[in-house]
């Protein structure tokens, strides 16, 4: 194996690969050591606390996959509402017209630039008694998706801006030359091709949105998976190993998710049909506010 | 509309002070852990490697909200590492920012390492040709460079970063979103006016930060 930064390792290389080797790998074991010989102090390796997630069939059936199962509901929906929103805002973002330009946006930057645990709280106020009292058992799931759309349709919006802007000009001036209006040429013509350059980075979203409902099992009692924590330890008193299995089904789901993301992108990279350009589905990028990269084919 | 800011009941600016500190240690903090990563992923020692890899993969994929309300729960409550800190006000500071290092040393490793690959095949070449070893040519030639290359994708973690504290608040830690469910429970008949006097904060928190940044990665960047 060599690299930019190094060669294919001699002899001599090789020996000293090996020490660095040998080296990390007693500062890893220490450390685990530590970690664990603390969890075994405090009687956290017991087995006790570690069968249910094996043995009792309840841990699944009434905590974890309903819980996952409303974490994809809301996920899911969440992004079935802003993807369209967002495509629109990202179309409005790119209007002949200056006033439409500049209202849009503005909105999508203030709503870039907010956390989306703020606007999950801001929704829970507003669906609240007082104002437009959505009934208490399901007023968590919508303030929970209310806030998601609201903060992702703004990160779509420039997910699809970068999209359309990655096509060639020729595109949109060919359209132009054959007579569409300005409505065809963006749903005949630009879009389909946009959409493909931009999925990866769509895909990635998604795991965004999924790891963002958490907050709402945290601070507004919506019961997703990571709330199913609270009550699963208050059965078994297995605080750690809950979150091991917790975090396990998170990986699980979102690493299939990214990797999609990452198959996607290298499939419409290399493939011959369409433009070769591709939105980056960093999450990276997008999570950090939908600063969505736009690459050419090499 | 607004006289719940002349009560004297919400420190609001001292809410966004915790906002501010969080977002201060913890940015130090990633960009150190992270450089480390990006190391680890690009070095020769395939073990290394593994781990880097193993690391990403397994913490960008866990919600940061599981790794906050983690760090308290399990270090803290269960297993009684506080970090030193004395009071519940200092520790739940403490684990938040472990628990945000964790998460966005990750971003800063992915962002380095794309920056790593801006840098022309060429510069890494001559160094080895000069003979400097691994560690050499990586601190001393390829990532300066890089730096220079990822000061607009480091901005957008940063910014990321600055929303990503008020995770802080699931663990009770007094920064600003925690104030503000305080406010909106407790003044139902000013929820706008609420949540325009924090989203203000926000965007006057994140807003400066992508323009100087932004100024700051066209000045520095290098041309080639």
């Given at each position: 194996m060599s690299s930019v930064l190094y060669d294919t390792p001699g002899p001599k290389a090789k020996v000293r690969n090996w020490v660095y080797s040998g080296i990390f790998v007693v500062l890893f074991g220490l450390v685990l050591w530590w970690a664990l010989s603390l969890m075994g102090e405090k009687g956290q390796l017991d087995a006790d606390k570690w069968t249910p997630f094996v043995t009792d069939s309840q841990v699944w059936t009434t905590y974890l996959i309903p819980g996952l199962m409303e974490t994809l509901k809301a996920g899911a929906l969440a992004m079935a509402i802003a993807l369209p929103l967002g495509a629109l805002l990202g179309i409005g973002r790119l209007s002949d017209h200056a006033g439409v330009r500049a209202a849009v946006g503005a909105w999508v930057e203030f709503f870039r630039a907010i956390p989306v645990l703020m606007l999950m709280l801001f929704s829970s106020a507003l669906y609240a008694p007082q104002l437009m009292d959505v009934p208490s058992d399901t007023r968590p799931f919508w303030a929970v998706v209310t806030g998601l759309v609201l903060y992702n349709s703004a990160v779509i919006a420039e997910i699809v801006r970068a999209g359309v802007l990655s096509l060639p000009k020729g595109q949109a001036e060919a359209a132009k030359a054959i007579g569409l209006r300005k409505g065809q040429t963006m749903a005949y013509v630009l879009l389909p091709q946009a959409v493909t350059a931009m999925l990866p980075a769509l895909v990635s979203q998604l795991v965004v949105i999924l790891k963002d409902t958490a907050l709402g099992g945290a601070?507004?009692?919506?019961?997703?998976l990571l709330s199913m924590n609270r009550q699963i330890a208050a059965n078994y008193s297995n605080t750690i190993a809950t979150m091991f299995v917790i975090a396990l089904i998170y990986i699980v789901v979102n690493f299939a998710l990214t990797t999609l993301a990452s198959w996607l992108e290298k499939r419409l990279r290399g493939s011959?049909?369409?433009?070769?350009a591709v939105v980056e589905g960093d999450v990276a990028e997008v999570d950090a506010g939908g600063a969505a990269g736009v690459g050419k084919a090499p | 509309m607004f006289d719940f800011l002349d009560?004297?009941?919400?420190?609001v600016l001292g809410a966004f002070w915790v906002t501010v500190q969080l977002t201060f240690y913890s940015a130090v903090g990633s960009l150190i852990w992270g450089t480390v990563l990006a190391g680890m992923r690009v070095s020769p020692v395939p073990l290394l490697r593994g781990f880097g890899t193993a690391y990403v993969n397994l913490v960008r994929n866990t919600p940061l909200t599981l790794l906050v309300i983690g760090c308290s729960?399990?270090?803290?409550?269960?297993?009684?590492?506080?970090?030193?800190?004395?009071?519940f006000k200092e520790t739940g500071f403490r684990l938040a920012v472990l628990g945000l290092i964790a998460y966005t040393g990750t971003f800063v490793c992915e962002a380095l390492r794309s920056g790593i690959n801006t840098v022309p095949v060429g510069q890494a070449e001559a160094a080895r040709a000069l003979g400097l070893s691994f560690f050499q040519v990586l601190t001393l030639i390829v990532l300066p460079q890089a730096f220079r290359a990822v000061v607009a994708p480091l901005a957008n973690v940063l910014i990321a970063l600055t929303k990503n504290t008020t995770v802080a608040a699931t663990i009770g830690v007094a920064e600003a979103a925690l104030l503000m469910k305080e406010m909106l429970e407790n003044e139902a008949q000013a929820v706008f006016a609420v949540f325009a006097v924090f989203a203000l904060g926000f965007v006057l928190l994140t807003l400066p930060t992508g323009l100087l940044l932004g100024w700051v990665s066209k000045r520095v960047a290098v041309k080639r």
């Open positions: 601070l507004l009692g919506f019961a997703e011959k049909k369409g433009t070769g | 009560s004297g009941q919400y420190d729960l399990g270090l803290s409550q269960t297993l009684g590492i506080n970090l030193g800190g004395e009071t």
